[in-house]
């Protein structure tokens, strides 16, 4: 089973994102990028269906990404089979407001799908700057591909045929993700608002959108992603890039004022802890007298 | 060209979610102002439009498929619909549903859509929406000015009331049936079973104090510090969802559109940002005090008291505070 699994470099939401001063883009100058972290438990779901039964692991990035070769080269570490990077025949720019947009991303990539066909493409349910909509629908509309979001897990629907008695292979198999063609397919839990789940069977080819893989994202070393660029597997194509249509009219990008919001505390820790704990007592939520 | 403006019902058990008639509000509110009537879509059991007196039109597809959502049979389906009905704008919740459908609707029907919107209004016949991206950092104004869109919009920030009331004496809703696809009966993908939220060991939503904790904690090993103060208050220790997505909290700790709504009596924030996700669980409690160091942070926009102190150096305090 080939998977491919599309990665995308985002703002580093613990800093502040300050924008350009005619507020048509975000300032990228002075922002540190990380991995999206949805893209990050897609990863890690990807590896996980690896160590259960060898599928053959490739992260995508785009060139136009910020820092994207130390996010592929870690994905490397971390245990992906390859790693590729796309060039848009005409350059995308940096994703987000002011840059590249979801769809243009989600062309390029279904550009490269249909070249490099996946049984299994895997990728986050969202990126913080997902303004046109996510990827993994997207994507899977342009490809004409079964799709399932907000997932939780994936697990191939194939019944092991060692763990099967053989008087039961027949109805197992049927079971247990052989469609009427005799594809493959795999189980997905998708998960709704309070952890309700629905257990969906997806034929493959298919797009996943992960929310949250089966275990936390593995650690990869420094020294492995050290190791993992020094031996230079990481791939670059040039990729034509589709039309992608539907482009957002943005009147301006903005930041949220916070009138009306919370009144501030200033001092000491002391200080606040005391007007803290002044409130909270003074509704009778803690026990004891104030200091 | 029609005015009019359609939503997606999510249903489960035979009830019609909240969040479908905080759509169903919004959605009046447009078409009034667009001059157009409120649609929505009914996908399965034809038998719920009774609990959607407050659309003009319902419009129903029934099929043994639709009965529980099914990305691809929902996508169907409401291809179909919008064929058919044509309205001026779709809206979903940004929640699952929304998130799995839209843009793949995008595509398919072809019209722009909108992700993480907070507000709409027709503007001098141009509807522009505002969609919080970033975490909540950046709020990002988008026109939709021509024949069709789709808008998904976060759930909590808008009333279910206007959505969910019928006025004395108003007339029920026209029911226009619509026949399934053809295409419902070659579906790549299948419902095996629904599986039910798991218990935790502790129902965060009963408590009169919690005391949550995001990405700013930095680690499992720092939980410690949060934890002595819930047990120093007597609460449970809740989070938003990188802390459980990273494993260091069970998932029925978290907090917001993917865990649990919360409404205690006072609600804790340390090293929570605020994205829209989180605040859609918990902006409804009585009392919340914030604690990020990033001045910007959009929690400070819910909360009622704030501050900017290292949350390493005011929960120490707190604890002795409240041990003493």
């Known amino acids: 089973m080939r998977i491919v699994v599309p990665i995308k470099a985002v703002p580093d939401l613990v800093e502040e994102i300050e924008l350009t001063g005619d507020g048509a883009a975000i300032d990228r100058e002075y922002l540190t990028f990380v991995l999206n972290e949805w893209d990050g438990q897609a990863l890690e779901e990807a590896l996980l269906l690896k160590d259960a039964d060898g599928a053959k692991v490739v992260a995508v990035g785009l060139a136009d990404d910020p820092d994207i070769d130390q996010f592929l080269y870690t994905a490397l570490a971390k245990g992906a089979d390859e790693a590729v990077k796309l060039v848009a025949a005409t350059a995308l720019g940096p994703p987000g407001p002011g840059g590249a947009s979801g769809a243009d991303r989600a062309a390029l990539l279904a550009a490269y799908l249909t070249a490099h066909p996946a049984d299994l493409v895997i990728t986050g349910v969202q990126a913080a700057d997902d303004l046109d909509g996510q990827l993994p629908s997207r994507l899977a509309a342009l490809l004409d591909l079964p799709h399932v979001s907000v997932v939780i897990g994936v697990e191939p629907a194939q019944v092991e045929p060692a763990q099967v008695e053989p008087a039961q292979v027949e109805p197992a198999q049927k079971e247990g993700g052989r469609d009427e063609d005799g594809g493959a397919s795999v189980t997905v839990r998708q998960e709704f608002a309070g952890g309700r789940c629905h257990e969906l069977e997806v034929q493959l080819p298919a797009v996943i959108g992960v929310q949250s893989a089966r275990q936390a994202p593995r650690y990869a070393p420094i020294t492995r992603i050290?190791?993992?660029?020094?031996?230079?597997?990481?791939?670059?194509?040039?990729?034509?890039?589709?039309?992608?249509?539907?482009?957002?009219?943005?009147?301006?990008?903005?930041?949220?004022?916070?009138?009306?919001?919370?009144?501030?505390?200033?001092?000491?820790?002391?200080e606040v802890a005391g007007q803290i704990v002044g409130?909270?007592?003074?509704?009778?939520?803690?026990k004891g007298s104030v200091p | 060209m029609s005015t009019n403006v359609m939503v997606l019902a999510e249903h489960t058990d035979g009830k019609i979610s909240d969040g479908t008639y905080e759509l169903i509000g919004q959605a009046r509110e447009l078409a009034g102002a667009l001059g157009g009537a409120t649609e929505v879509a009914l996908l399965g059991p034809a038998d719920l439009a009774g609990q959607l007196g407050s659309a003009d039109?319902?419009?129903?597809?029934?099929?043994?498929?639709?009965?529980?959502?099914?990305?691809?049979?929902?996508?169907?389906?409401?291809?179909?619909?919008?064929?058919?009905?044509?309205?001026?704008?779709?809206?979903?919740?940004?929640?699952?549903?929304?998130?799995?459908?839209?843009?793949?609707?995008?595509v398919h029907w072809d019209a722009p859509l909108v992700a993480y919107v907070s507000a709409l209004e027709v503007d001098g016949g141009v509807v522009v929406a505002t969609a919080q991206i970033l975490g909540g950092k950046v709020l990002a104004e988008v026109e939709l000015p021509g024949e069709r869109a789709i808008v998904t919009l976060l759930g909590g920030a808008f009333s279910s009331a206007p959505g969910a009331a019928t006025g004395p004496g108003a007339a029920a809703p026209e029911v226009v049936h619509v026949g399934p696809p053809a295409s419902l009966a070659t579906l790549r993908t299948s419902l095996r079973r629904v599986v039910p939220a798991a218990g935790g060991d502790v129902d965060i939503s009963a408590a009169d104090v919690l005391v949550s904790v995001g990405r700013g904690i930095e680690?499992?090993?720092?939980?410690?510090?949060?934890?002595?103060?819930?047990?120093?208050?007597?609460?449970?220790?809740?989070?938003?969802?990188?802390?459980?997505?990273?494993?260091?909290?069970?998932?029925?700790?978290?907090?917001?559109?993917?865990?649990?709504?919360?409404?205690?009596?006072?609600?804790?924030?340390?090293?929570?940002?605020?994205?829209?996700?989180?605040?859609?669980?918990?902006?409804?409690?009585?009392l919340i005090i914030a604690c990020n160091t990033d001045p910007g942070a959009p929690i400070f926009a819910v909360a009622h008291y704030g501050t900017t102190l290292d949350l390493f150096d005011l929960v120490p305090e707190l604890v002795d505070m409240v041990r003493d």
């Open chain 1, 226 to 270: 050290r190791q993992a660029m020094n031996a230079g597997g990481l791939s670059e194509l040039v990729v034509p890039a589709r039309a992608a249509g539907n482009a957002l009219v943005v009147r301006r990008l903005h930041r949220p004022g916070t009138a009306g919001g919370a009144e501030m505390m200033t001092g000491s820790a002391r």
């Open chain 1, 279 to 286: 409130l909270l007592r003074a509704r009778g939520l803690v």
């Open chain 2, 57 to 106: 039109i319902v419009v129903c597809v029934e099929h043994p498929a639709l009965e529980q959502y099914v990305p691809e049979a929902y996508e169907r389906a409401l291809l179909e619909v919008l064929a058919q009905r044509s309205p001026r704008l779709l809206l979903l919740s940004n929640a699952t549903v929304g998130l799995d459908l839209g843009a793949a609707l995008s």
């Open chain 2, 219 to 286: 680690s499992q090993e720092n939980l410690e510090t949060v934890l002595e103060l819930a047990e120093a208050l007597g609460v449970p220790l809740s989070a938003s969802r990188p802390v459980v997505d990273a494993g260091w909290l069970a998932k029925s700790r978290q907090v917001g559109q993917s865990g649990l709504k919360v409404k205690p009596r006072a609600y804790l924030a340390f090293g929570i940002s605020g994205a829209p996700e989180h605040l859609e669980g918990m902006r409804r409690s009585e």
